[in-house]
């Protein structure tokens, strides 16, 4: 462990007293009583004590140190040398620390008695939990029973749980989030890749927000780009946070960029300005591409996105120029992530538009980070068998979800399949489906008919509040978790998340309680193993010790990237422009121009598209408690629909107002931000609020969420949300 004693963080004895003369004899540190005396010479005798972890204030896990003094967290810096923050770290990340010690918090598991909540012993609670899941076992079969998390490292041990019982039901949050994203460019380039930021000259970002959406090392890179003269241009319907250091931004209308990017294409095409060794030597399907795109030129693009023709081909003149340092985002949620029923051709469609500027694996351009390749258990503890059935909610499923992603599956699905009697039991890890999946009426509806709820969370959020178990996990900073590989780059990056202070109340890490979970359920055989001897039997394979990457926090492993590639993991082991696969399941292989599934009413004032998006002080569900952060969103005015002035103006609004919105599903209201900044045609809403369960105080009642307003969809690719596909009126309230 890294110690030391910088002397700005030393507050002296004697100034100590002096500033706490006045106050109180006894204080009250967590549920310990200390005398005043005993406390003060503590804080003043300790030394300040460094200890690199990981931030868990939202998915990007940020490498941080917390400073620790006399066993109470003092704060958080971001560690310098981590590839996905550079060294800083966000307001999110600071407010989120108070969690650990905010009363709110769940000290002990709780089991359901009626509409009450009693306390109940681990033991005992593991013991009843048990006995539920063997019932339902033996009636209803092992593909009864689900999981579901926010995907993590420690996911890998949840997943042996579900194969151990002999269910293929494993979930992540995908569905919600990134799954048409993914398929898009693993379809094309057979895998996700990166961005290669800080060394390109010419960076197009649609529907991403690295500076809201926050990804701190993309900023870093970003600026670095724009330092060295790159241009950066962002296409988004709302004058975005990123938008705001772009030098152009061009602001769509919602759910066209597939029409931006197949236009883009057309014009490298026709124009010859595509990387013509790369395409002839590293792609299949230029021929068939050349035939489509002459249906898509920039003038017919102007009138369904309503980007001008000579601005399409401006940029993509200019991008031609630039490449291969010339890149096109991989997006992440917000333009094609889970949006649209276009949004799978959109996500191919960036990816071969990346590819004719011959940017794959190339510096400046798209390319494949090193990951830092894990080992297994295995053999030292052998896998359980694969499931023999398959996955209820048709992902990997011919005729179903073909491109669906198995491993995440479709989250969305589970209150459908429950509300179906299929599935009948489950366990709910780090993740609020009642506030972050659609149409909760129906998500309410689908959880309360299982036979079992177990939610393991640190608060008594939407979800656990209607579990039959509450099973409290120990806050980030009090538990050691799974190794990471996550934020690789130039060279592959392993991480750790570590524990920094004593659990306060009767809490548990996460893989402990799935150990202890799967030995109360008789499936113990596959868990011989604790989360300390996991990990070093996974770091074996790179040669590093878990002491050294405890001391570090992270390490660098294995060869420097280089760029070029010999073969893509896609059937050909080339980009796939024209995809066989895609054609043999009956979907385009090359993409085609699709409408979004709704669109608002041109000739009512009231209709308008439903967008969302992040704040950069709020992760999702997850940080409306906190009184640090909602006070900042009050402070500036931040919880409002933001709408666009003319359109406001119309409907005889003042910035400020209260707005009613209603949509096929829900409605609620919201005062509105009347700005030049967003397109006519939609309205967007930040995605942090709207927090209904009544324990969490500070953020209850407030804002609005999307999902009020979602209906239940499955996009007929992969499943997902579709999430901006929500047609809503809106009035003066
Ligand atoms: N502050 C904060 N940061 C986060 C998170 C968080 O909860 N809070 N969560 C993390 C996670 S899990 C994710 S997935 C990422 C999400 O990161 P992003 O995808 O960057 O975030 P969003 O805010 O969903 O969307 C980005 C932008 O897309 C725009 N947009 C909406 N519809 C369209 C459209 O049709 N076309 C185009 N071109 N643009 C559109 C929105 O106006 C918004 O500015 O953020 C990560 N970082
Ligand atoms: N309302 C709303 N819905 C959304 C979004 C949104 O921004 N707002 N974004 C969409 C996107 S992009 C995504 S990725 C998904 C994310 O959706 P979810 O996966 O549901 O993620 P969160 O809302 O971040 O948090 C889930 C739960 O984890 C709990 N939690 C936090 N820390 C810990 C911990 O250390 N241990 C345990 N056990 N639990 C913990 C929180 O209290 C919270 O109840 O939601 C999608 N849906
Ligand atoms: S982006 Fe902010 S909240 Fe998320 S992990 Fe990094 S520091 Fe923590
Ligand atoms: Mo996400």
């Given at each position: 462990m890294g110690r030391m004693e910088p002397k700005g963080f030393e507050i002296s004895r004697r100034a100590f007293l002096k500033a706490t003369a006045a106050g109180v004899g006894i204080l009250s540190l967590g549920h310990e009583l200390l005398d005043f005396g005993t406390w003060a010479r503590?804080?003043?005798?300790?030394?300040?004590?460094?200890?690199?972890?990981?931030?868990?204030?939202?998915?990007?896990?940020?490498?941080?140190?917390?400073?620790?003094?006399?066993?109470?967290?003092?704060?958080?810096?971001?560690?310098?040398e981590a590839n996905g923050n550079l060294g800083v770290i966000c307001p999110k990340g600071h407010g989120y620390l108070h969690e650990l010690y905010n009363p709110s918090r769940l000290k002990g598991p709780l089991k359901r008695v009626g509409d009450r909540f009693e306390p109940i012993s681990w033991d005992q609670a593991y013991k009843e939990i048990a006995q539920k899941i063997n019932l339902i076992l033996m009636e209803n079969g092992p593909q009864s029973i689900f999981w579901v998390n926010y995907p993590q490292p420690n996911h890998l041990y949840a997943l042996r749980l579900m194969h151990a019982l002999g269910s293929p039901h494993y979930f992540t949050h995908g569905s919600t989030c990134y799954t048409a994203r993914n398929a898009g460019w693993v379809y094309t380039v057979g895998e996700l890749p990166s961005n290669d930021l800080s060394d390109s000259r010419y960076i197009m970002i649609i529907g991403r927000n690295?500076?809201?959406?926050?990804?701190?090392?993309?900023?870093?890179?970003?600026?670095?780009?724009?330092a060295k003269g790159a241009k950066l241009v962002v296409v988004d319907p709302r004058h975005s946070e990123t938008a705001i250091l772009a030098d152009e931004w061009l602001p769509i209308k919602p759910g066209?960029?597939?029409?931006?990017?197949l236009a883009m294409i057309h014009v490298m095409v026709k124009e010859g300005l595509y990387d013509k060794r790369f395409v002839m030597e590293r792609a299949v399907g230029f021929e068939q591409l050349e035939d489509e795109m002459v249906n898509y030129p920039p003038e017919w693009a102007e009138r369904i996105c309503e980007i001008p023709a000579k601005t399409i081909f401006k940029i993509t003149r200019e991008m031609a120029q630039a490449r291969p340092q010339a890149l096109i985002h991989r997006g992440y949620h917000g333009a094609f992530?889970?949006?649209?029923?276009?949004?799978?051709?959109?996500?191919?469609a960036a990816a071969i538009a990346n590819s004719l500027l011959g940017n794959i694996n190339r510096k400046g351009g798209i390319y494949f980070p090193k990951t830092?390749?894990?080992?297994?258990?295995?053999?030292?503890?052998?896998?359980?068998?694969?499931?023999?059935v398959g996955k209820a909610d048709g992902t990997g499923v011919p005729g179903r979800y073909p491109l669906g992603s198995y491993g995440d599956g479709i989250a969305h699905a589970i209150p459908e399949l429950a509300l179906r009697g299929e599935l009948k039991a489950g366990f709910v890890y780090h993740h609020n489906p009642l506030r972050t999946n659609p149409n909760p009426k129906r998500v309410i509806a689908g959880y309360k008919k299982l036979d079992l709820l177990v939610v393991i969370d640190t608060v008594l959020s939407e979800t656990a509040s209607i579990a039959h178990y509450v099973l409290p996990e120990s806050f980030y900073l009090e538990r050691d978790e799974a190794v990471d590989t996550k934020h690789s780059g130039k060279r592959a990056q392993v991480s750790i998340q570590q524990q920094v202070v004593k659990p306060m109340y009767d809490t548990r890490p996460g893989t402990q309680i799935i150990i202890e979970l799967a030995r109360h359920l008789g499936v113990g055989r596959y868990f011989n193993f604790d989360i300390e001897e996991a990990n070093r039997l996974r770091l074996k394979p790179l040669g590093v010790t878990l002491e050294e990457l405890k001391a570090k926090g992270i390490l660098f492993v294995g060869k420097e990237w280089k760029e070029g590639f010999d073969k893509l993991q896609t059937p050909s082991g080339k980009v796939e422009i024209y995809s066989k696969t895609l054609e043999q399941l009956g979907f385009p292989a090359i993409p085609r121009w699709e409408d979004p599934f709704v669109s608002p009413d041109p000739n009512d004032p009231h209709?308008?598209?439903?967008?969302h998006g992040k704040q950069a002080i709020h992760t999702h569900s997850m940080t409306a408690n906190q009184p640090v952060l909602m006070a900042l969103s009050h402070r500036y005015d931040m919880i409002r629909l933001w709408m666009n002035q003319e359109r406001g103006e119309r409907l005889g609004l003042k910035d400020g107002d209260w707005v009613q919105i209603k949509s096929m599903v829900g409605e609620g209201r919201i005062r509105v931000r009347l700005t030049q900044g967003i397109h006519p045609s939609c309205v967007w809403l930040p995605s942090g609020y709207g927090i209904f369960s009544k324990h969490l105080k500070t953020a209850y009642d407030i804002g609005l969420s999307y999902n009020d307003f979602l209906p239940t969809y499955f996009d007929p690719t992969v499943g997902h949300v579709m999430a901006s596909e929500i047609i809503v009126k809106v009035s003066k309230a």
């Open positions: 503590g804080q003043a005798d300790s030394p300040v004590v460094r200890i690199p972890t990981l931030c868990n204030g939202c998915g990007n896990r940020c490498a941080i140190f917390a400073y620790v003094k006399n066993g109470r967290l003092w704060k958080i810096e971001g560690n310098p690295p500076a809201g959406g926050i990804d701190l090392g993309q900023m870093k890179r970003i600026v670095e780009a724009k066209t960029d597939l029409a931006l990017l992530g889970a949006q649209y029923l276009n949004s799978f051709q959109t996500a191919r830092a390749q894990l080992g297994e258990l295995q053999p030292k503890h052998p896998a359980p068998e694969l499931p023999k209709s308008f598209r439903l967008l």
